[in-house]
């Protein structure tokens, strides 16, 4: 924006009274002039070196980049119990020392990768805590593609497990711990649980997460067609 000599004196008037127009030209550094005489300011000086002072309008912040989150999640099968899959019930209390907000419900084991990790060691890492067996094998399934979730990129990596059956090893209790029980289930029985979850949901009532119902049908279907393939042999 260009201001005019007679502009910048007013400006100066205003601020100070005793300022004269050669003072005012001095100080804001005015070394232009255009063809008309009128003397304009130098648009590459900031505000504070023209006028003496900041302005009260700031820039806007940088916006923060999206964090990309991955998540390892795990179809469990066993020899044990066959035509079956593992489901696990959240029923956390407290996490991370505050009350947990989220419904208690069956779902598929798997959690977040850690910056340190890859998704398999995440899923290794779950055995014992969420999967109550010792993991024989371990094999890839498939990602998602990276979700825009508003706040956070996120992406799904699948696996499936095959646990030794006969060795359950149980969990540890308490309000802390955030799966409390482990069950072996058909596909049937878990697209028959009820998707309406709340904080006092016990395992008996059969309630399930909507949106882990199509991690065990993506995953389920996954595994049989690989296994057809011959690339997975359990």
């Given at each position: 924006m260009y201001l005019s000599r007679y502009a910048c004196s007013r400006f100066s008037y205003h601020r100070n009274h005793s300022t004269a127009d050669s003072n005012l030209r001095q100080e804001a550094h005015m070394t232009t002039v255009s063809r008309r005489g009128i003397?304009?300011?130098?648009?590459?000086?900031?505000?504070e070196e023209l006028f003496g002072f900041e302005s009260e309008i700031k820039a806007p912040a940088e916006k923060q980049e999206k964090e990309e989150v991955h998540i390892a999640r795990c179809l469990c099968v066993a020899d044990q119990f066959p035509n079956q899959v593992l489901a696990v019930f959240n029923g956390a209390e407290i996490r991370n020392g505050k009350v947990c907000d989220r419904p208690h419900a069956f779902g598929m084991s798997g959690g977040k990768v850690s910056r340190f990790e890859t998704p398999e060691q995440a899923i290794r890492g779950h055995e014992y805590g969420e999967i109550p067996y010792r993991i024989i094998d371990l094999a890839y399934l498939f990602s998602t593609e990276m979700e825009d979730r508003g706040s956070r990129f996120e992406q799904t990596h699948f696996f499936v497990a095959k646990l030794d059956g006969d060795s359950p090893c149980g969990f540890t209790t308490g309000e802390a711990v955030e799966i409390k029980?482990?069950?072996?289930?058909?596909?049937?029985?878990?697209?028959?649980?009820?998707?309406?979850?709340?904080?006092?949901?016990?395992?008996?009532?059969?309630?399930?997460?909507?949106?882990?119902?199509?991690?065990?049908?993506?995953?389920?279907?996954?595994?049989?067609?690989?296994?057809?393939?011959?690339e997975i042999d359990f």
């Open positions: 003397e304009v300011l130098d648009p590459k000086q900031s505000f029980t482990a069950e072996f289930f058909t596909m049937e029985e878990i697209l028959a649980m009820g998707e309406k979850p709340t904080l006092e949901t016990k395992p008996e009532d059969m309630q399930m997460y909507k949106s882990h119902k199509k991690f065990f049908i993506q995953a389920r279907e996954k595994y049989q067609e690989l296994k057809t393939k011959g």
